[in-house]
């Protein structure tokens, strides 16, 4: 965040009073959302109403012992991000303040407040390689140059989105900070690596287009039967200990994006520091190289005041929009969008607006969609192509999905993965419902899957789709009079229906290789209990009995391709092997 220029500090105003996160001040000068800097110690806050002399702030630090009195501050400017290389590999606090950064000042890892820090290093310097020479023209968003931020990303310098461009009349190359000026153009503008953008507003692009690539998850259920788009929107809900967390790190280590931007907001602090100590040991599987290396974690506990949680996630969409117009695939989790719900509620109570559903603000949806619609698939205003998924956990209190943050979730976003308590309690992980679940994509990506897997994607899809449904009105029947009452067909059919679930729907994060799933293996293992049904059938109608069928020595094999690291022969033997081993039998 950059609004600590004191030049641009306006006229003071005084508390009048303090609740909670919620603090109103007289007479100060100034606008809806802009930062305003509350108390003695100058916590950082923006404004949320304006009402005659009264101005209403939420207070994005902790407020007690702050009280009337106290000087108030505008900036006059609204809550904005720097951006800059130096945002991969930083791990940031609600409002941006990297936290080495501000361990270093306080001397301790608890955050104190009133503490000031850019959100990206005014200071290291940089190799900027130029792209642009003198007499050349350019136009706002244009890549000017690039910085090897990390060992994976290479930071592309743009023209920022409100200039006006023109004739390039100056170029530096060599080492320079994020301040020092760059690319000069005729007009007198000067392009340096530092951008500010305000952190409401969504950054320009060009065109907005249907998505048509998935982001490939590697998570079998996902990739295979409810797949998100490169561009796309995703929800999962889930009770606590379901495995939302799980999924989300799952998919930040192997979703096939360049960038991830990591939203921790206001999980229990365990949680969060549990993602600040594991990701900088992790490698990114595709590199090689530190996950870190093209990870922005934004991390705001639960012990963090409420009001940052919102703060988090526009902070964390700005950051994800800049990488996107550099023309990188982004993806932005945040975990969870309920605590951010929350944080609404309690704000809206405290400014005793009318509450609707469940206490929760009437504006939960709007800010629920503004926040979503900035996913997307683009074409940059540079030209490029570039793409922003968006994933948010919803935590619902007791997992009862019919409460207003999920209801409203569903109706904004077009994946859906629904974990189930159940399924968890039965150790089937991930306990993604595939009965509830559902993704809107799925008919525009399968060309996606037909191109680049198989051609018949999605009838095998399709077929396991059916299969399942089956099973789960079969499972009605046999709860009424047992499995063994139903025709030998039907017993087969929930053979079929088990390996699906288990060979198939289950994968254990926690496996070295079955962590991971490639479409083509997730396609591969399809194809294995298709083989296995086709079989079992056949052999069924030649009268072979159904025990006899499941008992057949290579079937179980069929629960192991997962950990298998050379599957493809492993897929090949097996389907050789069921197939002899059922035609042995009549
Ligand atoms: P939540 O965030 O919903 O509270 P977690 O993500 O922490 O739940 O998951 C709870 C536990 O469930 C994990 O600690 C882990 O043991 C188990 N689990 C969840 N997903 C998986 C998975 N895909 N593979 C293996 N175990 C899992």
Same mark, same amino acid.
Request: charged letters at 25%.
């Given at each position: ?6 030049d ?14 919620v ?12 930062v ?11 404004v ?7 101005t ?5 630090e902790?407020?007690?012992g702050?009280?009337?009195g ?9 809550l ?5 290389p130096?945002?991969?590999d ?7 303040r ?14 104190? !407040?009133?503490v ?5 290093d =005014?200071?290291?310097?940089w190799?900027?390689?130029?792209t ?11 890549v000017?140059?690039?910085v ?14 409100d ?11 060599? +080492? ?19 951008q500010?953008?305000?952190?409401r ?17 590697g998570?079998?259920?996902l990739?295979? =039967?409810f797949?998100i788009a490169?561009?796309g929107?995703?929800?999962?809900p ?26 921790g907001?206001? *999980? ?10 594991d ?9 090689g190289?530190?996950?870190?290396? !093209? ?11 409420v ?6 996630i526009?902070t ?25 719900a929350?944080?609404m509620?309690?704000?809206?109570s405290?400014l005793?607006?009318?509450p609707g ?7 939960l949806?709007?800010?629920l969609?503004e926040?979503?619609?900035?996913a ?9 192509e ?16 019919s409460e ?25 992980f ?5 009965n *509830?679940s559902?993704s809107?994509?799925?008919?525009q ?11 018949d994607?999605a ?8 299969v399942l ?18 025709? *030998?067909?039907?017993? =087969? ?13 289950q994968?254990?994060?926690f ?29 069924? +109608?030649?009268?072979?009995?159904v ?8 079937a179980? !094999? =069929?629960?192991r ?6 599957w ?10 069921i ?8």
């Amino acid at each position: 965040m950059s609004q600590a220029t004191q030049d641009s500090v306006r006229e003071d105003g005084v508390i009048a009073s303090v609740s909670g996160p919620v603090v109103t001040a007289r007479g100060l000068d100034a606008r809806m959302n802009d930062v305003v800097y509350v108390g003695d110690e100058g916590l950082m806050g923006e404004v949320i109403e304006i009402e005659g002399d009264l101005t209403t702030i939420q207070v994005y630090e902790e407020t007690s012992g702050v009280g009337p009195g106290e000087p108030v501050e505008s900036t006059g400017e609204p809550l904005t991000v720097d951006l800059g290389p130096g945002m991969m590999d930083a791990i940031y606090d609600g409002v941006q303040r990297p936290l080495d950064v501000l361990e270093s000042k306080m001397d301790s890892a608890f955050l104190d !407040r009133g503490v000031d820090a850019p959100g990206i290093d =005014l200071d290291e310097k940089w190799e900027f390689e130029p792209t642009v020479s003198e007499g050349d023209e350019v136009a706002p968003g244009d890549v000017v140059g690039s910085v090897p931020e990390t060992v994976t990303i290479e930071h592309k310098v743009m023209v920022p989105p409100d200039f006006e461009g023109g004739e390039v009349v100056a170029v530096e190359e060599g +080492e320079f900070s994020v301040t020092e000026t760059v690319v000069e153009l005729d007009n007198g503008e000067e392009i340096t690596m530092h951008q500010e953008w305000p952190v409401r507003q969504a950054r320009p692009a060009a065109e907005k287009k249907t998505p048509r690539e998935p982001l490939v998850s590697g998570q079998r259920i996902l990739d295979g =039967l409810f797949p998100i788009a490169k561009g796309g929107t995703a929800a999962i809900p889930g009770p606590f200990g379901s495995g939302k967390t799980v999924t989300q790190h799952q998919l930040a280590k192997w979703a096939d994006a360049d960038i991830v931007v990591y939203v921790g907001c206001g *999980e229990r602090g365990n949680e969060m520091t549990e993602v600040i100590e594991d990701f900088p040991e992790l490698d990114d599987p595709k590199t090689g190289n530190p996950l870190m290396a !093209r990870t922005c974690l934004i991390a705001n506990t639960s012990n963090m005041p409420v009001a940052a949680r919102e703060s988090c996630i526009y902070t964390g969409i700005t950051i994800a929009e800049y990488y996107r117009d550099m023309g990188y695939d982004v993806a932005l989790m945040a975990d969870s969008t309920s605590r951010w719900a929350e944080a609404m509620r309690e704000i809206s109570s405290r400014l005793e607006e009318m509450p609707g559903e469940e206490g929760y603000p009437a504006y939960l949806a709007a800010r629920l969609s503004e926040f979503y619609e900035r996913a997307g698939y683009f074409t940059t205003v540079n030209g490029e192509e570039g793409s922003v998924s968006v994933i948010g956990a919803v935590s619902p209190p007791g997992g009862d999905f019919s409460e207003p943050v999920t209801q409203n979730t569903l109706r904004i976003v077009k994946t859906f993965w629904a974990l189930d308590a159940d399924l968890a309690e039965r150790r089937h992980f991930p306990a993604i419902n595939w009965n *509830e679940s559902y993704s809107l994509y799925q008919e525009q990506l399968d060309p996606w899957f037909v191109e680049n897997v198989e051609d018949d994607w999605a009838d095998e899809r399709q077929w396991a789709v059916d299969v399942l449904d089956e099973e789960n009105e079969l499972q009605e029947i046999v709860q009424l009079v047992g499995k063994d009452a139903l025709p *030998e067909d039907q017993q =087969l059919t929930l053979e079929i229906a088990r390996y699906l679930r288990e060979a198939y729907l289950q994968q254990n994060a926690f496996h070295p290789t079955d962590t991971y799933c490639s479409p083509e293996k997730t396609y591969g293992i399809l194809t294995a209990i298709h083989t296995f049904n086709d079989e079992a059938f056949k052999a069924l +109608e030649a009268g072979v009995p159904v025990e006899e069928i499941q008992a057949i020595e290579a079937a179980p !094999r =069929l629960n192991r391709i997962g950990v298998q690291e050379d599957w493809e022969a492993y897929i090949e033997d097996l389907k050789a092997e069921i197939t002899e081993q059922l035609r042995e039998l009549y």
